[in-house]
T-cell receptor, first 116, second 114 residues
Framework: NAGVMQNPRHLVRRRGQEARLRCSPMKGHSHVYWYRQLPEEGLKFMVYLQKENIIDESGMPKERFSAEFPKEGPSILRIQQVVRGDSAAYFC??????????????FGPGTRLTVL | GDSVTQMEGPVTLSEEAFLTINCTYTATGYPSLFWYVQYPGEGLQLLLKATKADDKGSNKGFEATYRKETTSFHLEKGSVQVSDSAVYFCALSDSQGGSEKLVFGKGTKLTVNP
């Protein structure tokens, strides 16, 4: 069973360009989380999605950032008009749906975004 | 809001030394607590967890006990190895509003020398 996959692993963009980060959850997982890790910092929650629904976007910046998790295909985190402050590692995690609370989240290897 | 505070690093130890990384939390609900480990260039891996007071999580020689009275979840290992060198993150999740987002501490970098 393949783990959480993210691509690209490294992404370089110039200021003002768009960045698209992809996350394929583990097989059978219907919950996806996106986190951002700034240099020398812990991970900060951005958004929580289930198939075709955004459940919690309380950590998403109000502008330029959006996320989706369509019925088919990977989850996408999209950053429009990138700025240098967007440079960070972006991690995706997935978990299965069960009736219990606090399901384990399985993390992907991350996408390291560098904005020039 | 919820928060996690963990011991500032970096921590440097010799092989076979005893390890403690302190972690305390603030939460409005009744959270579950986690320790994650991140090796260089990789994503996070769950090391251990505890879901209720007095639970002890353990894995690969690491242990942590959920202490509600002191709101703590300190990580310990009796004898560290070079291969334990990594960054360790304490985290909580309290399922508020149906969201099981994780709240992380800033991480503690551990280096174990032979």
């Amino acid at each position: 069973n393949a783990g959480v996959m993210q691509n690209p692993r490294h992404l370089v963009r110039r200021r003002g360009q768009e960045a698209r980060l992809r996350c394929s959850p583990m097989k059978g997982h219907s919950h996806v989380y996106w986190y951002r890790q700034l240099p020398e910092e812990g991970l900060k929650f951005m958004v929580y999605l289930q198939k075709e629904n955004i459940i919690d976007e309380s950590g998403m910046p109000k502008e330029r950032f959006s996320a989706e998790f369509p019925k088919e295909g990977p989850s996408i985190l999209r950053i429009q008009q990138v700025v240098r402050g967007d440079s960070a590692a972006y991690f995706c995690a997935s978990s299965p749906w069960t009736s219990g609370r606090n399901n384990e989240q399985f993390f992907g290897p991350g996408t390291r975004l560098t904005v020039l | 809001g919820d928060s996690v505070t963990q011991m500032e690093g970096p921590v440097t130890l010799s092989e076979e030394a005893f390890l403690t990384i302190n972690c305390t939390y603030t939460a409005t609900g009744y959270p579950s607590l986690f320790w994650y480990v991140q090796y260089p260039g990789e994503g996070l891996q769950l090391l251990l967890k505890a879901t209720k007071a007095d639970d002890k999580g353990s894995n690969k020689g690491f242990e942590a006990t959920y202490r509600k009275e002191t709101t703590s979840f300190h990580l310990e290992k009796g004898s560290v190895q070079v291969s334990d060198s990594a960054v360790y993150f304490c985290a909580l999740s309290d399922s508020q509003g149906g969201s099981e987002k994780l709240v992380f501490g800033k991480g503690t970098k551990l280096t174990v020398n032979p």
